[in-house]
């Protein structure tokens, strides 16, 4: 398990993604990565049954003594069934149970409409982009901050 995904260090963007490709024109891609007691699930393209497993195998990783909060990006996806929905709000499911916090970074267009419709929206804790900017400058300011931190002072 696991294939189709990327485990990337502190803020590698570089990360290869590997996709998996979907029925449709769009192919699926998952980047992990993780920062302290955060785990960042970034899903791009289509979201549907023939993914969850590679998502919900991310999920696992989650535990309850390190991570703290996890975060589904979803401003790259492209599509989202019910399938993929239903996945979603499993992990919020199994986050009030285990204690995490879960974050889902909106989707756009037809993804974000599925939200809309259904109202699984109102169950989630729904953030926009500015929410990732805000806790990328807060990592890196955690980071500066640290003694022994950029030697010569940071920024």
Known sequence: MGAGVSIAGEVSRQAPLRSLQTA???AFALEVEEFGATLHLRLIG????ECIGRVEAA???V???HTR??????REL???DSAGLHTILRANERARIAAFDLVVVRPRGLANRVFTLTRAGEQLKLVDQAFLQRAAR????RFAARPG???GGGA
């Open 78 to 80: 492209s599509s989202l």
């Open 69 to 74: 909060q996890v975060v589904l990006d979803l």
């Open 46 to 49: 289509e979201f549907g049954l």
């Open 138 to 141: 807060a990592r890196a300011y």
């Open 149 to 151: 931190a950029g030697a």
């Open 59 to 61: 999920l696992e990783r």
């Open 24 to 26: 449709g024109s769009h």
């Open 63 to 65: 535990s309850d003594e």
